[in-house]
Nanobody, 118 residues
Framework: QVQLVESGGGLVQPGGSLRLSCAAS????????MSWYCQAPGKGREFVAA????????NYADFVKGRFTISRDNTKNLVYLQMNSLQPEDTAVYYC???????????WGQGTQVTVSS
């Protein structure tokens, strides 16, 4: 029923760009804050960016500020992560997360691989 499906990952050279998408279904998307996390091999899952349900509040991790942009389209149940100036240390699996904070309810996607290498 509830699904979050990430797409847009792939192989890119240092300095390049990618745009990740997350398609949501099975829940009231416009009521949920959305966020992106990443996980590199041997590391825990790290916060990347978040956007509130109406898209008016945004927060970024320090290591992506000025490079990544999160956005959402509530008419299409989509959230995006525009990634610019990518570096090898950005290599990770990127996960989409939906949260209804009042109930501590969270949903996760399966992730999409981003690899930055020359």
């Amino acid at each position: 029923q509830v699904q979050l499906v990430e797409s847009g990952g792939g192989l890119v050279q240092p300095g390049g760009s990618l745009r990740l998408s997350c398609a949501a279904s099975g829940f009231n998307f416009s009521s949920y804050a959305m966020s992106w996390y990443c996980q590199a091999p041997g590391k825990g899952r790290e916060f990347v960016a978040a956007i509130t349900s109406a898209g008016r509040g945004i927060n970024y991790a320090d290591f992506v500020k000025g490079r990544f942009t999160i956005s959402r389209d509530n008419t299409k149940n989509l959230v995006y992560l525009q990634m610019n100036s990518l570096q090898p240390e950005d290599t990770a699996v990127y996960y989409c997360n939906a949260e209804l904070m009042s109930l501590s309810r969270r949903y996760w996607g399966q992730g999409t691989q981003v690899t930055v290498s020359s």
